[in-house]
């Protein structure tokens, strides 16, 4: 059984869990430092990048979890937790700055804070269903990293090696096929 850390200070905490066990994982929810100990993996969830960042310097998370990346831990962010990831965050701050990426925040404009999208994912399946909720998007990536989707000519999902970051909320549709994809780049 793999054992998967859900970061769980802030966000869509529940519903990645809620998949994850579905899927037959140890869900551990990473509140502290402990928390990170053993993993197979971590989920990085979408929320309030802002927010989540004062919160993992509040709980000293930021450089255990750089650590862990650097080792090799597999790891997913999803929409804020694709920011986290993310080395370059236009007009703003990098956070943990591990994925060769470049990200812009609330990408999709005011009028369509949120919405729904069929995309077509080669490596992964068609017709996957994609929840854009103030959605961020990559603008650019660095050597070494698979562009795996894009809406609209925009990435919204990609690969830097065993990091994996999407712009959209696969957690909150019923479809698995992304979370067995990240799932199954574990071994
Ligand atoms: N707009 C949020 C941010 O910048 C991300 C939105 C989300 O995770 N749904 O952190």
Same mark, same amino acid.
């Given at each position: 059984?793999?054992?998967?850390?859900?970061?769980a200070?802030?966000?869509?905490?529940? *519903?990645?869990?809620?998949?994850?066990?579905?899927?037959?994982?140890e869900?551990?929810?990473v509140?502290?430092?402990?928390?990170?100990?053993q993993?197979?993996?971590?989920?990085?969830p979408?929320?309030?990048?802002?927010?989540?960042?004062?919160?993992?310097?509040?709980?000293?998370?930021?450089?255990?979890?750089?650590?862990?990346?650097?080792?090799?831990?597999?790891?997913?962010?999803?929409?804020?937790?694709?920011?986290?990831?993310?080395?370059e965050?236009?007009?703003? *701050?990098? $956070?943990?700055?591990?994925?060769?990426?470049?990200?812009?925040?609330?990408?999709?404009?005011?009028?369509?804070?949120?919405?729904?999208?069929?995309?077509?994912?080669?490596k992964?399946?068609?017709?996957?269903?994609?929840?854009?909720?103030?959605?961020?998007?990559?603008?650019?990536?660095?050597?070494?990293?698979?562009?795996?989707? *894009?809406? *609209?000519?925009?990435?919204?999902?990609?690969?830097?090696? $065993?990091l994996?970051?999407?712009?959209f $909320?696969?957690?909150?549709?019923?479809?698995?096929?992304?979370?067995?994809?990240?799932?199954?780049?574990?071994?």
């Amino acid at each position: 059984m793999k054992r998967i850390g859900v970061l769980a200070l802030q966000g869509a905490v529940r *519903e990645h869990v809620q998949m994850l066990e579905f899927l037959d994982c140890e869900v551990v929810l990473v509140k502290q430092q402990n928390d990170l100990q053993q993993l197979d993996g971590l989920v990085l969830p979408g929320g309030e990048s802002t927010t989540m960042r004062k919160l993992l310097n509040r709980y000293e998370l930021l450089e255990p979890i750089r650590t862990l990346a650097k080792t090799g831990l597999p790891m997913f962010g999803t929409c804020a937790g694709l920011i986290l990831l993310a080395n370059e965050v236009v007009d703003d *701050e990098p $956070h943990l700055a591990i994925m060769n990426v470049a990200v812009a925040r609330n990408s999709y404009g005011r009028q369509v804070d949120s919405f729904e999208v069929d995309l077509n994912i080669p490596k992964i399946g068609k017709s996957i269903p994609a929840v854009f909720i103030r959605a961020p998007h990559i603008e650019s990536v660095g050597d070494g990293v698979e562009i795996l989707a *894009e809406h *609209e000519g925009k990435i919204v999902l990609a690969q830097d090696g $065993h990091l994996l970051g999407c712009s959209f $909320h696969p957690e909150l549709t019923k479809d698995t096929r992304i979370l067995k994809y990240f799932l199954s780049s574990i071994v």
